[in-house]
């Protein structure tokens, strides 16, 4: 049903992500051409510096392309579990727990594997994530947006000063942290995403698996067991899946915010309801938004670059307030 | 086969420590439309959701042709039976096909998208509800008995043999009112089906109902036609009023007027 603009925006969103590619691998400090890109593919031991440039940049545009992806699918997952428009990786505190438990980790276990961070991270995501819920469905009414919105901001903050208090006296600590405490893609190599791409591809599977009991669950509870759903299970892998995407980016990039709020919160005004299309969208322009504002950072950055989380920070902040006024008056 | 045989054999059932439902038995009559009447928090909604297994009996079987519903496979026995609750939600902007289309939930294999039982189910209960028209329209922009035909058309598209419906008339006028019995009713002369609602409008209930069962206090106090079981004791019994009853001059069911402290009535 709606096909025509479902088909619509599946050529567009396609179409913004392999433009947001090609920039993504040609602007830069360094700008470059399409022969180089071409070249970087054809001949691979190219010693061409320009080609170098390409080849160098590939692993950060394809990281940014999962990681975009991974948390705009995360958050539409969140969204409907919790049947909350502004329920968000970053929203709900995940991000900020899952950075705790990483720095918990390297200062006093010793982590230093990536795998490990990971690990720590999915922990520290999915205590936090039920903790801020929990804390928002205390008192009437149960977690509506705007008591979700403050228990996540009150857990973040207490967090983030958990943070700080581990990370100040530790100047080693200091400067890895430092560059993961504002997300960014910048540093990521091809390991990094040979390592992440099983949790992510997990995770996005789980969530396709899922879609019509997804789509029966926006129903209301009462309704959707009356179908025969199984409503705590559904749930719970939805939310397994959630956090774990979250989580993985996280621990190799850092907090990087309000992709997975805005990105689904467009897809479902503008499409509705159908989950498999809601996933596949939400991961295609998750994508494209997260390069586009890696390569804004880039540009407004020079020479220098702005980490890839302050711009979605920039992007996504009016939307998140569009959301929360418009969420005073109505629930998904 | 048909599977529509439901009996409650002495059920219990609450929430948390607090016990609602107290010793119920019922045997659902196949094929024909029941009304629950009872007054407020009597434990109706309790009862419907029971037979819907939204709750789990803490004492006593359902069973669903002589099988415990506790073993059968919900999504079965979302194959038998369909419930319209009391509210309602939908998710914004759905479109009313679309919606009506996630009553095929049980009936759909895992991972595949509607096949054509499912389309033929869904314009059928679409049709059923005289909404077919409606089918691209939003759900926000629809009216309150525009949108309670939705819900009904998406537990129609379920395709069950037995229907609970709570309340299915609240907050609608009387022409909204009739209009929905009416087409329950011609649901259960075409095919069958079962129905049993929760209904406030005693007199409306006595029109469309082949059974009344009377409920107080979380027990079944009464049941049987409603000739039978409707008399000024019986509604004394259940919502502590005074009444007169006469007969309804169209359908010849019995018709209740309530006496009110200022009619200087002595009954
Ligand atoms: N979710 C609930 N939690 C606790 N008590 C409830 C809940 N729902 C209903 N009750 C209580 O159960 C009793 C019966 O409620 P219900 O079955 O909804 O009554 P009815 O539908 O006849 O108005 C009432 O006393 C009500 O307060
Ligand atoms: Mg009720």
Redesign the interface.
């Known amino acids: 049903m709606n096909s025509k603009k479902t088909q619509l925006a599946y050529i567009i969103g396609i179409s913004i992500l392999i433009l947001a590619l090609f920039i993504s691998i040609t602007y830069g400090v360094k700008s470059v051409g399409l022969s180089d890109v071409i070249d970087a593919f054809i001949d691979s031991n190219s010693t061409d510096y320009n080609v170098n440039i390409v080849q160098a940049r590939i692993p950060r545009s394809v990281f940014g392309l999962i990681a975009g992806a991974a948390l705009s699918i995360s958050g539409l997952l969140m969204q409907s579990i919790t049947k909350n428009p502004i329920a968000d990786p970053s929203i709900l505190g995940v991000n900020t727990g899952a950075s705790l438990f990483i720095v918990i980790g390297i200062t006093f276990f010793n982590l230093q594997s990536k795998l490990s961070y990971i690990g720590v991270s999915f922990i520290g995501a999915i205590i936090t994530a039920l903790f801020v819920y929990k804390l928002a469905s205390a008192g009437y009414g149960g977690p509506t947006p705007i008591k979700l919105a403050i228990a996540g901001a009150a857990t973040s903050t207490a967090l983030s000063s958990f943070v700080s208090l581990i990370v100040m006296p530790n100047s080693s600590v200091m400067t890895t942290y430092r560059f993961w405490q504002i997300g960014s893609i910048g540093g990521t190599s091809f390991d990094d995403i040979k390592l992440v791409l099983p949790f992510i591809l997990i995770g996005i599977i789980l969530s396709i698996l899922l879609s019509n009991n997804l789509d029966t669950i926006l129903l209301s509870e009462d309704t959707a067991t009356a179908l025969g759903l199984n409503v705590n299970r559904t749930k719970a892998i939805a939310a397994f899946s959630g956090v774990l995407l979250c989580a993985t980016v996280t621990a190799l990039a850092g907090p990087i915010s309000f992709v997975g709020l805005m990105v689904p919160h467009i897809i479902r005004m503008v499409l509705c309801s159908n989950h498999l299309h809601l996933i596949c969208l939400s991961g295609i322009y998750g994508a494209s938004i997260l390069l586009i504002s890696d390569v804004l950072g880039r540009i407004l950055g020079r020479p220098g670059e702005l980490e890839t989380g302050i711009m979605t920070a920039i992007i996504g902040g009016p939307i998140f307030i569009i959301i929360i006024r418009k969420a005073k008056v109505q629930s998904l | 086969m048909n599977s529509n045989t439901l009996i409650a054999k002495d059920i219990q059932a609450g929430y948390g420590q607090k016990n609602i439902l107290q010793s119920v038995n019922i045997h659902i009559p196949e094929n024909k439309i029941s009304v629950i009447l009872g007054s407020n928090g009597s434990g109706k909604s309790t009862m419907l ?1 029971t037979f ?3 709750m789990t009996p803490t004492a006593g079987l359902i069973t669903l042709d002589g099988t415990p519903l506790s073993q059968i ?7 038998s ?3 319209l ?1 009391q ?9 009313v ?2 919606l009506v ?3 095929r ?2 009936h ?1 294999q ?2 595949t998208g509607l096949n054509k039982d499912d389309y033929k189910a869904i314009e059928e209960a679409m049709e059923a509800m005289k909404i077919t028209e409606l089918a691209d329209r939003s759900i926000d922009e629809l009216s309150g008995g525009q949108r309670q035909r939705v819900f009904i058309a ?2 129609l598209a ?1 395709e069950t043999d037995i229907l609970f419906l709570d309340e299915p008339t609240t907050y609608l006028d009387i022409a909204y009112q009739i209009e929905i019995l009416d087409l329950l009713k011609e649901l259960n002369k075409k095919r069958g089906t079962t129905i049993v609602m929760v209904l406030h409008d005693i007199n409306l209930s006595t029109k469309y109902a082949d059974y009344l069962f009377a409920m107080k206090d979380g027990t079944l106090i009464k049941q049987g036609t409603p000739s039978e079981i409707i008399t000024e004791d019986t509604i004394r019994k259940i919502y502590g009023i005074d009444s007169v009853i006469i007969r309804d001059p169209i359908s010849d069911s019995p018709f209740v007027i309530p006496v009110s402290a200022h009619d200087n009535y002595l009954s």
């Open positions: 959701k819907c297994r939204l496979k919900s999504k079965d026995i979302a194959k039976i369909g419930l609750p509210t309602s939600i939908a998710p914004e902007g759905i479109k096909a679309e289309s996630r009553g939930y049980p759909r895992f991972m998406l537990a379920q």
